[in-house]
């Protein structure tokens, strides 16, 4: 088993095109299309690969997509726990409208577990011994269970794995509540955590403390979109900003991030450089078009880059 197992409860296979202009009424052709496994954990675990580490993937999948998205993650190289699942696994379609540079993003519903289908994720993740890191990531299905991230967080504290949760609503304040070693809200889920409709930047540092204190979290690192991420501890405040670049797609930036966090800990980073190699690939994702997220090559060049800039709040 890999020092790094991420778990997806809700992928998909993300279908990526190009097409000069959108206008309604008309058939559009589509260029530069591209078929890639996605979801959350996917997400997490296609970036550590990519980045030259070790990962597991878990993840359900049903029908005839979930066999192609399989495919997809074999063809990758990506070692998986597969549960097999009644319903077909989901497609969501990103289109990129060349003449603006917008992309339009469009989601389908989440694939239904059944009780016994989540219920076999759970004891996937109980089966592992030797884990190091276990990432939750994206959103949740129907008749999941909004406490789902909960349990995961408790399987890890008995695994001796430090547990990384990035979700949303109610999954996000369960495993909140239960404790975690890392947890990835952005600006609206940190407010939400907090019971508040917004944030002013000068309160994120201390919603974020508020975490700490209240419900065992370790660490939060607060997603801030274009302006980077800001990492809070109990006795650490520090703000990343990215280097200026041109976006082509902001799809799996979070997760590219986390994936950086994972590996530059691995290596044996404190948690500051970390939270650097963090949003150098968040940053790195962008510059590619579609779901293709980090590269190597982008994210080391962009770290010395952030590493010399030193921005810190």
Not at 69 to 94: A, C, W
Not at 123 to 137: E, G, H, T, Y
Request: proline share 4%; aromatic share 6%.
């Amino acid at each position: 088993m890999s020092a790094t197992v991420t778990i997806t409860f809700n992928p998909c296979i993300d279908k990526s095109a190009s097409v000069d202009k959108l206008v309604p009424e008309k058939k559009l052709k589509c260029k530069s299309v591209k078929l890639e496994p996605g979801g959350g954990g996917i997400y997490v675990a296609r970036a550590i690969k990519k980045l030259g580490g070790e990962v597991t993937a878990i993840y359900p999948v049903g029908g005839y997509t979930g066999n192609f998205f399989h495919q997809l993650m074999i063809d990758e190289g990506i070692p998986s726990i597969v549960i097999e699942i009644k319903n077909e696994t989901r497609e969501n379609i990103m289109i990129l409208e060349e003449s603006t540079n917008q992309q339009y993003r469009f989601g389908m519903p989440g694939t239904e577990l059944k009780q016994d289908e989540w219920q076999q994720i759970l004891q996937s993740v109980d089966a592992i011994n030797d884990a190091k890191f276990i990432i939750a990531s994206g959103s949740l299905p129907p008749s999941a269970p909004e406490d789902i991230f909960a349990r995961i967080a408790m399987i890890a504290k008995e695994k001796g794995a430090k547990f990384i949760a990035d979700t949303s609503g109610e999954a996000l304040k369960h495993a909140a509540d239960e404790g975690v070693y890392l947890l990835k809200p952005n600006l609206g889920e940190l407010s939400f955590l907090v019971n508040k409709n917004y944030l002013k930047p000068g309160e994120v540092a201390g919603a974020a403390r508020q975490i700490i204190s209240n419900r065992n979290c370790e660490v939060v690192v607060v997603s801030m979109g274009a302006e980077g991420a800001m990492l809070v501890t109990k006795d650490i405040v520090k703000r990343v900003s990215p280097p200026v670049v041109k976006r082509k797609s902001t799809v799996g930036a979070g997760d590219s991030m986390v994936a950086g966090i994972v590996m530059a800990l691995l290596n044996g980073n404190i948690i500051e450089d970390a939270i650097q190699y963090g949003v150098a690939c968040g940053t790195a994702a962008t510059l590619n078009p579609g779901t293709e997220l980090c590269r190597k090559e982008d994210a080391d060049r962009l770290f010395a880059l952030i590493q010399s800039s030193e921005v810190i709040a």
